[in-house]
């Protein structure tokens, strides 16, 4: 089953919008409360003062997504590096995908760039089991100095979710830079899916392109985790 991950900032008040708890019903979500901490606070000082305070505020968020009828469960870390927390609780649960969550109400279309290190198959498939079978849209976005490879790549990837009954459509940026017209794409938008850059989540979730994509687009984020599903040589 599809699971995407929600990393939340529990105690400074990060929460869900009805949009994106709406858009997840259709995959299981793992809702990260964490809360970082100063270098010489001990985790286990921090969850003595903070941890039934933090459990209520992840308990209602997952009877939020549980309401709208998705399955849901969550956990709590107490951490001095959020970004390793994140990477690790990602990998124990098998998360497709993390979000960073944004401001928005009914999610009637989504953009899908596929720009990026992350396979067109495996971003489509996760779209795909997202979005299928509601009346969602989805606009699948190229940036590219290829045009006619550009275009073979949006129409095959079109087709894989056309045969899943999702509404489609297409949007290609040739000889552009890719980010700036991945936002200019995505104002349209009420949610965006991309794909994870190597070498890890880290450069897009925390830096300067995930703070770019949220203030600007305002609308929720997924990515997409670059995972390599070839299990390594050896014993």
Same mark, same amino acid.
């Given at each position: 089953?599809?699971?995407?991950? #929600? ?19 259709? #995959?299981d979500v793992t809702v990260l409360g964490y809360h ?17 305070? *933090?459990?209520?505020? $992840?308990? !209602? $968020? ?9 399955? +849901? !469960? @969550?956990?709590?870390?107490? &951490? @001095? ?6 990477d690790r609780v990602a990998a124990e649960t098998a +998360?497709? *995908? ?12 989504? $953009? ?6 992350v396979a067109v198959d495996r971003i489509c498939s ?17 940036? &590219? /100095? ?5 275009? *073979?790549? $949006?129409? +095959? ?31 349209? @938008? ?28 305002? *609308? ?12 390594? /040589?050896?014993?």
């Amino acid at each position: 089953m599809t699971r995407v991950l #929600v990393p939340l900032a529990i105690l400074e008040g990060q929460s869900v919008s009805p949009g994106l708890t709406r858009l997840l019903e259709s #995959v299981d979500v793992t809702v990260l409360g964490y809360h970082e901490l100063p270098e010489q606070t001990p985790p286990d000082q921090a969850r003595l003062q903070y941890e039934e305070r *933090a459990t209520d505020a $992840l308990e !209602d $968020l997952v009877a939020q997504f549980r309401a709208a009828g998705g399955r +849901a !469960d @969550h956990r709590l870390v107490f &951490t @001095h590096d959020r970004e390793q927390t994140i990477d690790r609780v990602a990998a124990e649960t098998a +998360a497709n *995908a993390y979000t960073i969550p944004g401001a928005s109400g009914q999610i009637e279309r989504v $953009l899908v760039t596929l720009t990026g290190d992350v396979a067109v198959d495996r971003i489509c498939s996760f779209v795909g089991d997202l979005i299928s079978p509601r009346e969602i849209g989805v606009t699948l976005f190229l940036a &590219t /100095d290829d045009e006619v490879g550009g275009r *073979a790549l $949006l129409e +095959a990837a079109a087709e894989t979710l056309s045969a899943r009954e999702i509404d489609v459509e297409t949007e290609l940026a040739v000889d552009t830079p890719p980010f700036e017209a991945l936002l200019e794409a995505g104002v349209d @938008h009420d949610a965006i899916v991309v794909g994870e850059r190597a070498p890890s989540l880290r450069s897009l979730l925390f830096g300067e392109e995930a703070e770019r994509i949220a203030v600007e687009s305002v *609308a929720p984020v997924l990515v997409v985790r670059n995972v390599d599903e070839t299990p390594p /040589d050896g014993p």
